[in-house]
Nanobody
């Protein structure tokens, strides 16, 4: 299993911003689809955003569309999730994951991603 480390979580007030990073250990992200998922207490895991290395497609869940932005830095071998205008309902543990997907135009399913990071807590509270 490939190893991933998320960072950048924390406590932020509503309307604030955070940038999450996903760093792989011992492999290159270039050929992998990358997904950002979150899970809040008592709720099912949700695919927030994902990107296919094959066709370059990017998916955003409707709840984050227009507020979150996925990106990759090929030179630094990292992936990011920029989160703006955070709301209390964004509070969750956020995970990055990698897999092999031709396209993500149909969305992010956790079952398509085989390797996961340990997660980083994002808390939005006043």
């Amino acid at each position: 299993q490939l190893q991933l480390v998320e960072s950048g979580g924390g406590l932020v007030q509503p309307g604030g911003s955070l940038s999450l990073s996903c760093t792989p250990s011992g492999f290159i992200l270039d050929e992998y689809a990358i997904g950002w998922f979150r899970q809040a207490p008592g709720k099912e895991r949700e695919g927030v955003s994902c990107n296919s290395a094959h066709d370059g497609s990017t998916y955003y869940a409707g709840s984050v569309q227009g507020r979150f932005t996925f990106s990759r830095d090929y030179a630094k071998n990292k992936a990011y999730l920029q989160m703006n205008n955070l709301q209390t309902e964004d509070t969750a543990v956020y995970y990055c994951a990698v897999g092999h997907l031709f396209t993500v135009l149909d969305g992010c399913s956790g079952t398509d991603f085989g390797s996961w990071g340990q997660g980083t807590q994002v808390t939005v509270s006043s």
